[in-house]
């Protein structure tokens, strides 16, 4: 059986944001199956790392924006802000989509593992997820 299920973010600032609390109070997970996530947005990413020590997220945005700094003079699509471009390559190396196993009724993560929302432009609004379940 699939579930499809249309996920509208709240506003995050800039940063990366454990969603993964999110996910699971709006998602009625089967015993067992297989989550898929789709961010429907360029300028924003989905990935899974460190869910106890804020300082990682912190880290997470300090080597990004070294990685892919603003207003590079070589830059050519500027119409949008100086955050838009960097925010869109940010986009593509994070990538748009996670797949999570379901276990028990449970996301199976790793003790250490949450889900996180990188919002990569100063004012992204509220972004939508695809959540699709196959179990």
């Given at each position: 059986?699939?579930?499809?299920?249309?996920?509208?973010?709240?506003?995050?600032?800039?940063?990366?944001?454990?969603?993964?609390?999110?996910?699971?109070?709006?998602?009625?997970?089967?015993?067992?199956?297989?989550?898929?996530?789709?961010?429907?947005?360029?300028?924003?990413?989905?990935?899974?790392?460190?869910?106890?020590?804020?300082?990682?997220?912190?880290?997470?945005?300090?080597?990004?924006?070294?990685?892919?700094?603003?207003?590079?003079?070589?830059?050519?699509?500027?119409?949008?802000?100086?955050?838009?471009?960097?925010?869109?390559?940010?986009?593509?190396?994070?990538?748009?989509?996670?797949?999570?196993?379901?276990?028990?009724?449970?996301?199976?993560?790793?003790?250490?593992q949450g889900i996180y929302f990188c919002e990569f432009r100063n004012f992204g609004g509220h972004r939508n997820l695809v959540a699709t379940i196959y179990s």
């Amino acid at each position: 059986m699939v579930q499809q299920k249309l996920l509208r973010l709240p506003e995050f600032r800039r940063g990366f944001h454990l969603i993964t609390s999110f996910i699971e109070s709006n998602l009625n997970l089967p015993e067992t199956g297989l989550l898929n996530l789709f961010l429907q947005h360029t300028s924003a990413g989905l990935t899974i790392n460190e869910n106890a020590d804020p300082s990682v997220r912190v880290d997470f945005e300090t080597i990004m924006n070294n990685a892919v700094p603003e207003n590079l003079p070589e830059y050519t699509h500027t119409l949008e802000g100086s955050d838009d471009m960097p925010s869109h390559v940010k986009s593509s190396l994070i990538g748009c989509s996670l797949s999570i196993p379901i276990t028990n009724g449970e996301l199976n993560l790793g003790t250490w593992q949450g889900i996180y929302f990188c919002e990569f432009r100063n004012f992204g609004g509220h972004r939508n997820l695809v959540a699709t379940i196959y179990s």
